[in-house]
């Protein structure tokens, strides 16, 4: 079993939904971040979370350290956000490497 | 604000040759690492400097791979010979380092086949 699970895997959305998409693990962590991956495209960190919720335009970021549970929001959806969504955990520690999960594929079609 | 660079891009060599990919990390970036994303998988650690030094090491192939960063700025990540199963992105990424990894930020990659 993964130490970091997404879920859906894979998720198509009319334009304009609300989207969720949700990330637990299994290990201590003092940090998630939600990523985001184009087809082609390089990494880009959408938000490192410690405790409660950070908003970022469209995308809401929200955690639950008691529950290891995390969740992303995109509200009023558009095709540009079509897109592989990856939650990785910093477990912290000297090796600040992060474990991923096998991230989520976002279709948003018009 | 200047993001991660790395080069080249892409590259294509044959099995058995070597490979060098560079990086230089957002300034102020104490900590860089570089990971392998095979096709379909996540991204792997394969190194984690903190300024010159090496913190974590433990899945880089090191009789094939090897990786430095001199004066604690850019990295070069090398791979002499090339295997098939070498073929995947080449991450580079960076971070304020402490605890939490603070500013963690990627670059584009550099996409390697071998072939």
């Known amino acids: 079993k993964n130490e970091v699970e997404q879920s859906p895997q894979n998720l198509t959305a009319q334009e304009g939904e609300f989207i969720t998409i949700n990330c637990s693990y299994s290990v201590g962590i003092s940090a998630l971040h939600w990523l985001q991956q184009h087809p082609g495209g390089g990494i880009v960190s959408l938000f490192m979370?410690?405790?409660g919720k950070k908003k970022h335009g469209r995308l809401i970021a929200t955690i639950n350290i008691q529950e290891k549970h995390s969740s992303l929001h995109i509200t009023a959806s558009h095709p540009r956000d079509s897109a592989v969504y990856i939650c990785a955990v910093s477990p912290g520690g000297a090796t600040n490497k992060l474990i991923f999960g096998t991230g989520t594929l976002l279709a948003v079609q018009p | 604000e200047a993001g991660v660079a790395q080069s080249p891009r892409y590259k294509i060599i044959e099995k058995r040759q070597s490979v060098a990919f560079w990086c230089n990390p957002i300034?102020?970036?104490?900590?860089l690492y570089w990971y392998q994303q095979i096709l379909g998988q996540g991204p792997k650690l394969l190194i984690q400097?903190?300024?010159?030094?090496?913190?974590?090491d433990s899945q880089l192939p090191k009789d094939r791979f090897s990786a430095e960063r001199l004066k604690g700025v850019d990295s070069t990540l090398k791979i002499q010979p090339a295997k098939l199963e070498d073929s995947a992105v080449y991450l580079c990424?960076?971070?304020?380092?402490?605890?939490?990894?603070?500013?963690?930020?990627f670059g584009s990659g550099t996409r390697l086949t071998v072939v």
């Open positions: 400097f903190q300024n010159n030094g090496v913190v974590d």
């Open positions: 300034s102020g970036h104490a900590t």
């Open positions: 979370l410690s405790s």
């Open positions: 990424a960076s971070s304020f380092g402490g605890d939490r990894g603070y500013g963690y930020t």
